[in-house]
C-alpha cells in the first residue's frame, strides 16, 4: 500500500523551511514503484496570526488530511502536538528530497516503514 508524505521545501531540493513558515507543502507518494509527486499544496494562513494558532492548525490540517507524515527543517511542540493527534507524523530533518525518497524506499523495501495516518497504515 502507498502512503503519502509532504515536505516543507521551497526549492524542491532540500528541506529548507520550518513549517510555521511553509506556506505551501509538497506532497509525494512512496509506493511499490517508488516515488511520485502528487502536487504542490498551498496553505493559506490568516493574516496576523502565528502559525500555531487553532485556525491556522486547522488550514495546515486540511493540506494535510492526505498526509502520514511531514518532513520540516523545525516545528514547534504546540504544532507537533497538534498533528500527532491526527496521526501525522513529524520529522525535523536537514536532508536533501533525494536523500528522503532513497531512505523511505529502501526501507518501504525491507518492511520498516510505517507512518500512521489516514489510509495510509
Known amino acids: 500500500m502507498a502512503y503519502r508524505i509532504a515536505i516543507a521545501s521551497s526549492n524542491g ?61 523545525r516545528i514547534g511542540a504546540r504544532s507537533a502536538g497538534y498533528l500527532h493527534r491526527l496521526h501525522i507524523r513529524t520529522f525535523e530533518v536537514d536532508f536533501t528530497l533525494h536523500h528522503i525518497f532513497a531512505t523511505l524506499v529502501k526501507n518501504r523495501q525491507r518492511g520498516r516503514v510505517r507512518l500512521l495516518g489516514g489510509t495510509n497504515e
Not at 498551498?42 to 487553532?54: F, N, Y
Open 13 to 73: 531540493e532540500t528541506v529548507n523551511q520550518h513549517f510555521g513558515q511553509a506556506t505551501s507543502l509538497l506532497v509525494y507518494e512512496i509506493g511499490e514503484d517508488g516515488v511520485r509527486f502528487v502536487g504542490d499544496r498551498t496553505v493559506e494562513l490568516i493574516p496576523g496570526e502565528a502559525a500555531h494558532t487553532e485556525g491556522n492548525m486547522q488550514r495546515f490540517a486540511e493540506a494535510l488530511h492526505d498526509c502520514s507524515a511531514i518532513f520540516v527543517r
